[in-house]
């Protein structure tokens, strides 16, 4: 499984960016696709999450009602929208593949999102 994550970039606070997950190798119907983050000096931390099976989605509190994920299962391709940015949302963002929501067996390689004004 392979995962190109895009999509990163400079942004002022209060404003919104989408990042892209697209997959290869393996078919995404099947693959739980979720985004982790890791800031300058902190640890990573899983920021959210969706599902193969339902489509059930999951979220890390401090991003709740600001960041969207959604699947596009025909264009191997994962989404995250976020809204609102905030300074300290600034990170290297990966996307990461597994069997479920529970694990993170492929990652791709990060996108780097600065919230700065």
């Known amino acids: 499984v392979q995962l190109q994550a895009s999509g990163g970039g400079l942004v002022q606070p209060g404003d919104s960016l989408r990042l892209s997950c697209e997959v290869s190798?393996?078919?995404?119907?099947?693959?739980?696709i979720g985004w982790f983050r890791q800031a300058p000096g902190k640890e990573r931390e899983g920021v959210s999450c969706i599902s193969a099976t339902d489509g059930s989605t999951y979220y890390e509190d401090s991003v709740k009602g600001r960041f969207t994920i959604s699947r596009d299962n025909a264009k191997s391709t994962v989404y995250l929208q976020m809204n609102n940015l905030k300074p300290e949302d600034t990170a290297i963002y990966y996307c990461?593949?597994?069997?479920?929501?529970?694990?993170?067996?492929?990652w791709g390689q990060g996108t780097l999102v600065t919230v700065s004004s």
């Open positions: 190798g393996f078919k995404m119907d099947y693959l739980a």
């Open positions: 990461t593949a597994g069997a479920s929501c529970r694990e993170a067996e492929w």
